[in-house]
């Protein structure tokens, strides 16, 4: 290790290697062009000198910056939360470092500040959250700026090398199978928003379930929220406030699943013994709360660190490389206290 207390530059490292700077700076960037020896030569000296890029001076060789851009519009903080940690696992030992850029997906204008983030900091490339992730006019105008891009989603609308998709629609089956199986067949539903391709997805899982066990979803079972924990409150009230009431409730996500408890407990509706409730992502307070909630996990930081695996490919010009990460994640369901066996007062009764 160089004793020296000026730091080693890239000039350096290529007098020790005995290589030129460009060949240096193709070992930093991990190009496919250098031989492995000349790998190993170079990644010596670099040892030998505890030399470290600078990821401003490398941006200059490039037309970007060695800068991921996580792009976003959920009020779902733990979500974005999880996510990021995924990403920064993976981005900053593949040298890169990471930009946060909520949006407001009700701004006719947010593509363009998107594309303006892109011009000012050089990014390298984006990862993408839905439902901004679904939008096919901002992955036009990313291919239209040469921006390297991956897609977070709940359905295949990319190829695997610019994809990271969750099984939603399975695990929300898997919710709907669990639910059967504990005697429940008058099964309220508060769906997510509109327009959402998750949200769609999960109700589409929760049908085909119901289906497969020779059950419908009544009209007065359906609810739609905005996956706000307000809208769920709204959403269980409607469903709780008939003759027949269901005897458990999915809710499309965690927070309306925990706004459905509420408005059960102001009911005087005891949780799970009259009414089971589950929800999906399993943020932080659902194995906090009690009941505890059943829920299902999305696996976020695992999808983080897929994207962000799959964007450094990319911007290594490896598209094959990106397609070969792992491009669909399975979520699991997470049985806690908030389920348990249909009320026997009511068991044997259909939807």
């Known amino acids: 290790m160089a004793q020296n207390s000026k730091k080693a530059t890239i000039n350096d490292v290529a007098r020790e290697a005995g290589v030129s700077k460009k060949t240096v700076s193709r070992v930093i960037n991990k190009s496919p062009e250098v031989t492995q020896k000349t790998y190993q030569k170079v990644e010596q000296a670099i040892a030998r000198l505890d030399y470290t890029p600078d990821p401003q001076a490398r941006g200059l060789s490039f037309r970007r910056s060695f800068l991921f851009g996580l792009i976003y519009d959920n009020v779902n903080t733990a979500f974005i939360a999880d996510i990021q940690d995924g990403v920064l696992d993976k981005s900053r030992s593949e040298g890169y470092e990471l930009v946060v850029h909520p949006c407001e997906h009700g701004n006719s204008q947010w593509i363009d500040e998107v594309r303006l983030l892109i011009d000012r900091l050089k990014l390298a490339g984006v990862i993408v959250l839905p439902p901004l992730s679904e939008n096919p006019e901002l992955v036009k105008m990313l291919k239209g700026v040469d921006c390297e891009y991956v897609r977070i989603l709940s359905v295949p609308l990319d190829d695997d090398a610019h994809m990271v998709q969750s099984d939603d629609r399975s695990a929300v089956a898997q919710i709907a199978d669990h639910l059967i199986e504990l005697g429940h067949r008058n099964i309220g539903f508060i769906h997510g928003p509109k327009g959402s ?16 066990n020779k059950l419908k979803l009544l009209k007065r079972n359906l609810v739609w929220g905005d996956h706000s924990f307000a809208s769920g409150v ?51 307070q659902a194995a906090k709360i009690y009941p505890s909630l059943t829920t299902v996990n999305h696996n976020l930081k695992r999808m983080g660190q897929l994207a962000s695996e ?39 009764n259909d939807n």
């Open 310 to 348: 799959k964007l450094a490919a990319l911007c290594r010009n490896q598209p094959e490389q990106a397609a070969q990460v792992q491009s669909v994640i399975c979520l699991d369901l997470i049985v806690r206290e908030s389920t348990a066996k249909v009320p026997p007062e009511i068991q044997g």
């Open 234 to 284: 709204v959403g269980a009230h409607k469903l709780l406030g008939g003759k027949t009431r269901p005897s458990a409730i999915v809710a499309s996500n965690d927070e309306m699943a925990l706004g459905a408890m509420v408005a059960a407990a102001k009911l005087g509706i005891d949780v799970p013994s009259q009414l089971s409730i589950v929800g999906f992502d399993d943020e932080p």
């Open 197 to 212: 391709q998750a949200a769609a997805e999960r109700y589409a899982g929760f049908s085909d379930a119901l289906l497969r």
